[in-house]
């Protein structure tokens, strides 16, 4: 249930909704609450026509699939899962940068079970990403879906290596683990509901060119 006279932005807590805030002023928009404080799920802001929803990172493009949040903010690893029906991807916002890659115990020699073609146990959260860059690769693999702490399976045997994002590599190296393999890099993009941008178009129109405006290079 969309507001039909304004438009409903969704964001998750943490990194994202942190390195919006500056987009969002760039657009005249200042949130009434702070989601790591208040528990309220739904935000009022400056603006009577705009308000955020906050959600898990993963359930954003689902939001805006179904138009339950007209735009939302969501990390291209989550996009990618998702796979993007529905959604209008106009702008990378360049922020919440990482990178996927593929990750494994320093005592792994990962390009060597490559070279002799065997069968890698990895571990991920992005099972679809990680199954189109091994397949690509002609690397077989077992993938085995975690939902958290990824670094811990290769140290308990569940797994040879990880596909992971990795900014610092600072849990990595905690962890004992080499970053083996770059897959790609990644940043958050807008993502808005199709249908909305025909049917708001006038809202959603300058709060685009606002954050367009305001993108870091
Ligand atoms: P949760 O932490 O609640 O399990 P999550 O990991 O999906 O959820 P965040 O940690 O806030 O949520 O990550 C949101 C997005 O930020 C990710 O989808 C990714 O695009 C990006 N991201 C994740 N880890 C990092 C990082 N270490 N540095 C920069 N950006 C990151
Ligand atoms: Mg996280």
Same mark, same amino acid.
């Given at each position: 249930?969309? %507001? ?11 990194? %994202? ?24 799920? %739904? ?120 596909v992971d ?17 770059? %897959? ?6 807008? !993502? !808005? ?6 049917l ?16 870091k290079?």
């Amino acid at each position: 249930m969309t %507001i039909l006279n304004g438009i409903t932005l969704a964001l998750s807590k943490g990194r %994202i909704f942190e390195e919006t805030l500056p987009l969002l002023a760039a657009a005249g928009i200042t949130p009434t609450d702070n989601p790591e404080t208040s528990r309220k799920l %739904i935000i009022g802001t400056n603006r009577p026509d705009v308000r955020l929803v906050i959600v898990r990172a993963t359930d954003t493009p689902t939001y805006v699939q179904y138009g339950a949040a007209d735009m939302g903010i969501a990390g291209k690893d989550v996009l990618l899962e998702h796979g993007g029906a529905g959604l209008y991807q106009p702008l990378d916002l360049n922020i919440a940068k990482c990178r996927l890659c593929v990750a494994a115990p320093k005592d792994f020699d990962y390009a060597a079970a490559v070279k002799r073609g065997a069968r890698i146990r990895v571990a991920t959260k992005y099972v679809k990403a990680a199954r189109e860059h091994f397949a690509a690769k002609g690397v077989h693999v077992d993938l085995i879906k975690l939902y958290g702490s990824m670094e811990l399976a290769p140290l308990v045997g569940l797994a040879d290596a990880i596909v992971d994002l990795v900014s610092t590599g600072g849990t990595l190296k905690a962890n004992n683990l080499v970053e083996v393999e770059d %897959i790609m890099p990644i940043s958050s993009r807008l !993502v !808005v509901n199709q249908a909305s941008l025909k049917l708001k178009r006038e809202l959603i129109q300058p709060v685009l060119e606002a954050f367009a405006g305001a993108v870091k290079k």
